[in-house]
């Protein structure tokens, strides 16, 4: 009895995670595509992306955690962070830890933003793009042997809202107004030579 | 000794994304082009947790709120 | 007056000074005390790059802070386009220039000497270039040129840094000024090429010889460039206070009948010609009346030359001149200069100089440099001092003469 619960937690906590976690990619492009209306301030957004993603993480944690402790996987703790470490399908469920792992680097430095500076920051934030599409595809390979048909049919919604959201920010290009001026101008003041 | 705060803005980082001056209204509105212009003298304390907000809010970490001590003469 | 002391020696149309000679003229160096920095301080000699600080006070300042690998930046670049002074002295007094960045290296302990020359200003990198392989080898070994690009704001000190530590310059948000973090993160000393000749001078003759020049008040000497409808335009030695009446008679006299006059170049201000003749050429005494003396240009517009149109050429160039790096400059003074373009084009309107007061006050102290104050600074003078021109200017096609 149990166990079909813990399996069932696990299974349900994973959909809610991807649908949470797909929905702070679809808030982090409207974000840089500086969205906003009457109704929907700037910080809206950035608020919503922030805490729908610390949300996520709690689902993520009860995904790992009752996965984890289900006697039927005898996975114990370590695969939850080392890839590739369980005997239990080991290629999708490491997948699934390559995304954690991405995730949580992602969230920690976030989090202390303001002492590591913007740039760090940045530059580890893009690991995002990484993190989606490998979960993802963890959820598609370790769903259990039928594929289910609502699961199915959550995760390609999902996709298909990430991938509009990525093909408008493709297709609209940078709305930072100075930037083409700024690369210019670099352009014309750079030194040329040195004696 | 007393103190006060000022909003404190690095303007080559500032992209002109204007959350601030969603967040902190009583104190930053924007020009014509979308960058921030910050009202003249001490950040109110009553305001602090707002502009601390204000801070954590902004996209490139431009805004900063500093505690200084209290100026004796204007500045400028 | 007509003592020439930093442009003294041999016809300055006979190019470069040699060591030898300027060695025989002047005397070697005398080694470098301890006390220098107190002699620049009596001497009351400010910096010539345009913010006038007391040489004195920013040696001391980056000597406290170095801990013997600071940075001397001689700088050359000279960004303001009617600016001639700095090219000359390099053209004609390189030693002058090197002895001073030599003496500042001891004074604020540093170990390297960079100097900016602007890349299009090819007799000066010639002759300084020449001039630095002339050097003793203690000297000639820390010291290199580096090309300045040809932009306004390549000349500022933190771009000034930028330039020697990235290889673009462009201003970077001050604090941390270059006195404290510049070069290499190490303490640098940024000064202009004028301001290191007198320097040179001050170290052999003493503070007491500096101010026996000097009029109304003011102490020693200086250079400036005056241009416009005057019969000799160039670069002058004048003594510190005189009046830009008695400048103008040595540059042979106005052509024309005046209607203005531009004081301290486009980082200046115009005033009325009925206004300025009496002013001062002095750093201290402009700044006592809210001007600048800048970099020492001094422009002469005559009555016949329309202030709206020419205002209007300066604040394209200052826009364009933006380096596009905070959107209050770069948005604010394109804006600034379509509303001058519209007004010097179409003739006057209510709305567009109503759009002139309001987006000067809104854009100064919003750029992490200083370029976009002095851009409204200059502005807000042309308003004040062609108000009339302004109000009434008629439609015409920007056809007037320079």
Request: hydrophobic letters at 45%; proline letters at 6%.
């Amino acid at each position: 009895m149990t166990d079909t619960v813990l399996w069932y937690t696990t299974r349900g906590a994973g959909a809610v995670s991807l649908v949470l976690l797909s929905a702070v990619v679809v808030l982090g492009v409207l974000s840089t595509l500086r969205f906003q209306s009457a109704s929907w301030p700037r910080f809206l957004t950035t608020g919503l992306h922030r805490n729908v993603a610390l949300i996520a993480v709690v689902f993520l944690a009860l995904h790992i955690v009752t996965a984890v402790v289900d006697p039927f996987t005898h996975l114990g703790w370590l695969p939850a962070v080392i890839p590739f470490s369980s005997y239990y399908r080991t290629l999708w469920l490491g997948l699934g830890t390559v995304a954690f792992d991405l995730l949580i680097a992602v969230v920690v430095t976030s989090l202390v933003r303001g002492y590591i500076g913007h740039t760090i920051w940045r530059t580890i934030h893009w690991l995002a793009y990484g993190s989606w599409p490998i979960a993802v595809i963890h959820g598609l390979g370790t769903g259990t042997d039928a594929f289910s048909a609502w699961l199915l049919a959550l995760t390609v919604m999902c996709v298909v809202a990430v991938a509009i959201s990525i093909a408008y920010r493709l297709w609209a290009g940078s709305p930072d107004p100075l930037a083409s001026a700024r690369g210019a101008f670099r352009s014309a003041a750079e030194r040329r030579e040195e004696r | 000794m007393k103190t006060e705060l000022h909003i404190v803005i690095d303007r080559i980082k500032c992209d002109g994304h204007g959350l601030c001056a969603e967040l902190l209204p009583e104190l930053i509105r924007l020009d014509d082009w979308g960058y921030p212009i910050v009202a003249p003298g001490p950040v109110p304390e009553a305001l602090l947790p707002l502009a601390q907000r204000a801070v954590q809010a902004c996209p490139v970490l431009a805004l900063a709120v500093t505690r200084t001590e209290r100026q004796r003469k204007h500045s400028g | 007056m007509s003592e020439l002391r930093v442009l003294a020696g041999r016809d300055l149309m006979a190019g470069p000074e040699s060591l030898a000679d300027h060695v025989r003229r002047l005397g070697p160096l005398p080694p470098s005390g301890h006390g220098l920095v107190e002699t620049l301080d009596r001497s009351g000699v400010v910096g010539r790059g345009g913010a006038a600080f007391p040489l004195g006070a920013k040696w001391r300042s980056v000597a406290a802070k170095s801990r013997g690998s600071a940075v001397v930046i001689v700088n050359g670049a000279e960004g303001e386009p009617q600016s001639r002074k700095d090219r000359l002295l390099m053209t004609t007094r390189p030693h002058l220039i090197f002895d001073g960045a030599f003496l500042a290296t001891r004074a604020v302990h540093a170990n390297q000497v960079v100097v900016l020359i602007g890349e299009e200003h090819e007799a000066a990198r010639a002759a300084m270039a020449r001039a630095l392989g002339d050097r003793p080898e203690p000297e000639a070994r820390i010291a290199r040129i580096v090309s300045a690009p040809n932009r306004y704001v390549a000349g500022s000190s933190s771009a000034a840094v930028h330039l020697v530590n990235t290889g673009i310059g462009t201003p970077t948000t001050t604090p941390p000024h270059p006195h404290e973090r510049g070069v290499g993160g190490t303490p640098t000393l940024v000064q202009n090429v004028e301001s290191l000749a007198h320097v040179a001078l001050i170290a052999r003759h003493g503070d007491a010889w500096y101010r026996s020049a000097g009029r109304r008040g003011a102490s020693g000497t200086l250079l400036i460039t005056i241009a416009g409808a005057v019969a000799g335009p160039g670069v002058l030695e004048i003594e510190a206070g005189t009046t830009v009446a008695e400048a103008v008679a040595l540059a042979g006299g106005t052509t024309e009948p005046t209607g203005a006059v531009l004081i301290g170049g486009y980082f200046g201000a115009w005033v009325d010609a009925a206004d300025a003749w009496d002013l001062p050429l002095d750093a201290a005494a402009l700044r006592a009346r809210g001007l600048s003396l800048g970099c020492g240009v001094v422009g002469v517009l005559p009555k016949s030359s329309c202030g709206v149109c020419a205002t209007a050429r300066v604040m394209r160039f200052l826009a364009t001149e933006s380096s596009a790096q905070c959107g209050p400059c770069f948005f604010g003074l394109r804006a600034l200069a379509d509303a001058c373009d519209r007004l010097a084009e179409r003739g006057t309107n209510p709305d567009d100089i109503e759009r002139l007061q309001r987006w000067s006050t809104e854009v100064r102290g919003r750029g992490a440099c200083h370029h976009p104050d002095g851009a409204v600074m200059f502005l807000q003078s042309a308003l004040k001092t062609f108000s009339a021109a302004f109000a009434s200017h008629p439609a015409h096609w920007r056809r007037q003469p320079a």
